[in-house]
Each structure stands twice: as C-alpha cells, then as structure tokens.
C-alpha cells in the first residue's frame, strides 16, 4: 500500500507562483514513477508532469516552460513548481504514483489539492 498526501494549493493571482507537495508513505521501493495530473471543471484529467525514481522528468507542453518537476527520494516527496501562473491552471492538483514490479502493478492518487489562479 502506498498513501499519498498533497499539499501546497491555494489561491494565487495570475503571474504567481505556487509549489505543491506529494508525501508518499508505505511500501516504496524499485523502480517507480511520480508524478502530477490536473482536473479542471468539465474537463478531463491530464498529466502535468512526472518524473521516474532514477529522475527522468517529462513536462506537458502547456507547462514545460513554467514548472518544474523533482523529487526527493530519500524523503519519498514529489514537488511541482509552478511559476507565471495562468488562469487556465486552475484545476484539482492529483498526486499519483506507479510501478512495475515483475507481475505487480502499483497505482495509487492521492486526494487532490485545489490550485486557483485568479486574472
């Protein structure tokens, strides 16, 4: 089992910054990916971005140029950067975690945190 808990949302104006975290507890180890999607109202959810154990990161293209994705193994934490933040990223912010291990596969979301970026 694998509990995730974000953190770090709120309301900020456009142009702003915000940084979410993503504590993971329970059974982690091996190769494994963490990363973060976003739901906004009416939409479906997408992936921001996400970044693998070994620290390969990948961005979505509406993103790339304004967040940063890293974590910190040792503290089994994922951040998100988010900088010139735009009102098209208000959304729920999800944590998730996956992983394949010989014939288990992982997948686990956390609750969600809620980013606003008022015009």
């Known amino acids: 089992q694998v509990q995730l808990v974000e953190s770090g949302g709120g309301l900020v104006q456009a142009g702003g910054s915000l940084r979410l975290s993503c504590a993971a507890s329970?059974?982690?180890?091996?190769?494994?990916?963490m990363g973060w999607y976003r739901q906004a109202p009416g939409k479906q959810r997408e992936l921001v971005a996400s970044?693998?154990?070994?620290?390969?990161?990948a961005l979505s293209d509406s993103v790339k140029d304004r967040f940063t994705i890293s974590r910190d193994n040792a503290k089994k934490t994922v951040y998100l950067q988010m900088s010139s933040l735009k009102p098209e990223d208000t959304a729920v912010y999800y944590c998730?975690?996956?992983?394949?291990?010989?014939?288990?596969?992982?997948?686990?979301w956390g609750r969600g945190t809620q980013v606003t970026v008022s015009s």
């Open positions: 998730r975690y996956w992983a394949i291990t010989g014939p288990v596969r992982s997948n686990y």
């Open positions: 970044v693998t154990s070994g620290g390969s990161t």
């Open positions: 329970g059974s982690i180890f091996g190769s494994n990916t």
